[in-house]
């Protein structure tokens, strides 16, 4: 596609329910990001990574959260036993490239809105 | 102390007013980066800079290195400017996509 496509727009979802997001960056680009985004606050970052491996993880809160890009494009972020304070915009970008600083303009998707009952 | 801070928080404009937004770092970084967000979640990036300054239409973007600050400036500003811009940085020595980032600005620029 043209842009960073996440999906769903919208979960809403009960604590304690498991929660898949997934980001389809946009095609050739070889780095994504995932980062969060709460009420009132800039994003934080999660995870990065470079082709298929996860090139920076130390942004994932603990281990509820896990990410995947198995085929080195689309991303699934995993979110096991939610809580409410899970609930926020979880939003994901990518680049042509992790490592070339020329390259390091960052394409946003429009993000996944999780609320957590 | 938040690492990187904005200001103002808020800013009100009339169409035409020149506007400057402000974002002051802790960390010493590699690259900052200046977004546009519209309500609706979806975030544009605007500039990425290591220094100097760049330009893009009514936007210009400026960075002090060894003063660990940076501005954003609008040039005859117009109600579709009405956003929140957020400034973030690349710790030095941190991954590309590790950003750390501002609260950011909440910019209305009214007809």
């Known amino acids: 596609g043209a842009g960073v496509s996440q999906t769903p727009s919208n979960k809403v979802t009960e604590k304690g329910k498991y929660v898949e997001l997934r980001c389809d960056p946009i095609s050739g680009h070889t780095a994504l990001y995932w980062y969060r985004q709460s009420l009132g606050q800039g994003p934080e970052f999660l995870i990065y990574f470079q082709g298929t491996g996860a090139a920076d993880d130390s942004g994932l ?5 896990f990410a995947v890009r198995p085929e080195g494009s689309v991303s699934t972020l995993k979110i096991q036993r939610t809580e409410r304070g899970d609930s926020a915009v979880y939003l994901c970008a990518s680049s042509l490239s992790g490592t070339s600083f020329r390259s390091g303009e960052l394409f946003f998707g429009e993000g996944s809105r999780l609320t957590v009952l | 102390k938040n690492e990187v801070e904005q200001s103002p928080q808020n800013l009100t404009a009339q169409e035409g007013e020149f506007i400057t937004i402000n974002c002051s770092y802790s960390v010493g ?7 546009q967000q519209h309500p609706g979640g979806g975030i544009v990036s605007l500039f990425m800079l290591s220094s100097g300054k760049k330009k893009h ?8 290195i060894q003063e660990k600050h940076s501005s954003l400036h609008i040039t005859a500003s117009h109600p579709r400017d009405s956003a929140v811009y957020i400034c973030a940085v690349t710790p030095y020595g941190g991954s590309q996509g590790n950003l750390i980032f501002g609260k950011g600005t909440k910019l209305s620029v009214k007809p």
Do not use: E, K
Request: charged share 15%.
């Open chain 2, 29 to 35: 970084i590699s690259a900052l980066h200046w977004l």
């Open chain 1, 61 to 65: 809160p603990n281990d509820r959260f």
């Open chain 2, 57 to 64: 239409g009514r936007l210009i973007a400026t960075i002090n």
